[in-house]
């Protein structure tokens, strides 16, 4: 299991943070996301399942881009 944090541009309320979660929802070995209205997600997953790039990329497709942390 691999755990960090990543931030992301796009979230700018609650309902922004609901819709990461969407978008993330059933990725197939992410364990668990938790993002805050800062823009930090916080990713827990199976790196024998699937990679961070592939997750970034899920979220990107939703409107989520990585930013360089501030």
Do not use: S, W
Not at 12 to 37: F, I, P, S
């Amino acid at each position: 299991m691999v755990e960090e944090t990543i931030q992301v541009g796009g979230i700018r309320c609650e309902q922004c943070v609901m819709r990461l979660g969407k978008t993330l929802e059933g990725h197939d070995g992410l364990e668990y996301a938790n993002a805050t209205l800062m823009g930090r997600v916080v990713l827990r997953y199976d790196d024998e399942r699937t990679t961070r790039d592939a997750l970034v990329e899920q979220m990107a497709r939703g409107g989520f881009r990585e930013q360089p942390f501030v």
